[in-house]
């Protein structure tokens, strides 16, 4: 069974930093594409940002220069880190193995003006 636990998420002060993780219980994890998408209140769940197998990353501009993500596959683990957090940043943070659609349960993300 596939599992994906999410963590690092609660509240934050704008212009503060959080750090998601996201450990994948899945077989061939290193060659999987993953990614991070976000739903905010009343809104439809987007794309973040994404990590392919070899490393190459891609961020919605919302996003771009303040947001990094990254994986550690020895530890079948993906990260988003997040730094410069806006208000319009809150969200519900999913964890998603792409070619596989498997989704995290989500963790929460808010941040206060």
């Known amino acids: 069974q596939v599992q994906l636990v999410e963590s690092g998420g609660g509240l934050v002060q704008a212009g503060g930093s959080a750090r998601l993780s996201c450990a994948v219980s899945i077989s061939l994890f290193s060659v999987r594409s993953m990614a991070w998408y976000r739903q905010a209140p009343g809104k439809q769940r987007g794309l973040a940002a994404q990590i392919s197998s070899g490393g190459r990353t891609d961020y919605v501009d919302p996003v771009r220069g303040r947001f990094t993500i990254s994986r550690d596959n020895a530890k079948k683990t993906v990260y988003l880190q997040m730094n410069s957090l806006k208000p319009e940043d809150t969200a519900v943070y999913y964890c998603?193995?792409?070619?596989?659609?498997?989704w995290g349960q989500g963790t929460q993300v808010t941040v206060s003006s």
């Open positions: 998603h193995v792409e070619d596989v659609n498997y």
